[in-house]
């Protein structure tokens, strides 16, 4: 096996620190072709669907990816802008965001990139080009706040899988979650706080999270205890009671259980219990995406007036917001702690040279290594 190297390898390439967020993926295009390729490596991996492998593969070539991408890339194309998904515009803003306020503090000694778990930019490719950056200290943060095996840990997997192909690894550091953050409940309660002194406050506070199949609580996933620690700790910094709000699981897939409340059928039957006003709020999502715009304010909104709403407000996601940003940086500098920067002065980096091409001419004279 030939491992990933760095070709014309010199010692005075300056080392850095390297910070990677990472979100779930975006295809590359809203059409039917592009939809397939990424449907196609999000649903085969067996941390997004714990079903039997051969059963699988029937499953989704033979059913699914025949029908679902044309469906899917409708509903893309809805929310489609001309620089791409919301999640991928969303997702570079907060990559450019933290590397704004780090470059300030440490100069060019920390860098960060961004990468989706499935589709583009993909890990390999931004793994590449920190290491071609001079990254030796990396510390991966996935933007689910909630910790799943099937979105965290498949993360993971991503980058130990590149790791496995690479000559020279960096020192590593993985933040699998965050629920109870306190700079990230205090984020989020400051947009919720701003969105009702611009629009008004509505009668009962949705907490809509992406849910999972019930079977991956039962085996010990500790999701949907984090999600209801979430909303707990962001409704007492509310001060909200138990009246106040909900939290719900929406975007289930396929016929099995997932963890309940869903979110459609209780949007469907609030107005019947004499709740006609709510604001919905998703804290699991990083960033504004298909199932927060078109799954949410788009069609769980028309479930909610159809069945006789009579205000229906969405709260956006965190996305590249200040608050959101210096959360992370927080975040971040928390678990760099402990990690030096790099010295990059020029004088070491010629000493550094210096001494390695003294070692290498004493050793191996006259060779071109």
Not at 70 to 95: C, D, F, M, N
Not at 163 to 179: A, C, E, N, Q
Not at 313 to 335: D, F, K, M, R
Request: proline share 7%; hydrophobic share 35%.
């Amino acid at each position: 096996m030939q491992y990933k190297g760095t070709e014309n390898f010199r010692h005075n390439q300056p080392e850095r620190i390297g910070v990677l967020i990472t979100n779930l993926g975006t295809p590359d295009a809203p059409t039917p072709s592009a939809l397939r390729r990424y449907l196609g490596e999000f649903l085969a991996d067996p941390r997004v669907v714990e079903v039997p492998r051969p059963l699988w593969w029937l499953i989704l070539h033979g059913i699914i990816l025949r029908i679902r991408p044309k469906r899917s890339a409708a509903a893309y194309a809805g929310v489609w802008q001309p620089e791409g998904s919301p999640l991928l515009i969303h997702t570079a803003k907060q990559a450019e965001g933290i590397q704004e306020v780090l470059k300030k503090k440490y100069g060019t000694d920390i860098v960060v990139g961004f990468a989706m778990r499935y589709g583009n930019p993909s890990v390999p490719r931004v793994l590449d080009e920190m290491a071609h950056q001079g990254v030796r200290k990396l510390l991966v943060l996935p933007l689910y706040p909630q910790y799943s095996a099937s979105t965290s840990a498949s993360t993971f997997d991503a980058i130990a899988k590149d790791f496995t192909k690479r000559r020279w690894l960096p020192d590593f550091r993985f933040i699998s979650h965050y629920p109870d953050y306190p700079p990230y409940i205090e984020a989020m309660a400051r947009h919720i706080e701003n969105h009702w002194e611009n629009h008004g406050r509505n009668q009962k506070l949705i907490l809509s999270y992406h849910g999972v199949p019930l079977k991956y609580l039962t085996k010990g996933d500790p999701y949907h205890c984090e999600c209801h620690k979430t909303s707990r700790l962001l409704a007492e910094r509310l001060g909200l009671g138990k009246e106040d709000y909900m939290t719900t699981f929406q975007s289930r897939f396929g016929r099995e259980e997932w963890l309940k409340p869903y979110t459609d059928e209780t949007l469907k039957g609030l107005p019947g219990q004499g709740v006609k006003s709510i604001d919905v709020f998703c804290p699991g999502f990083s960033s504004d995406c298909l199932e927060t715009i078109e799954e949410i304010d788009e069609e769980n909104r028309g479930y909610f007036m159809e069945a006789g709403g009579d205000s229906f407000s969405y709260i956006s996601a965190l996305n590249a917001t200040p608050g959101h940003i210096e959360a992370l940086v927080q975040l971040i500098e928390e678990n760099l702690q402990g990690w030096q920067l790099p010295d990059n002065q020029p004088e070491t980096l010629a000493a550094r040279q210096k001494h390695a091409d003294e070692q290498k001419e004493a050793i191996y004279p006259g060779r071109d290594l």
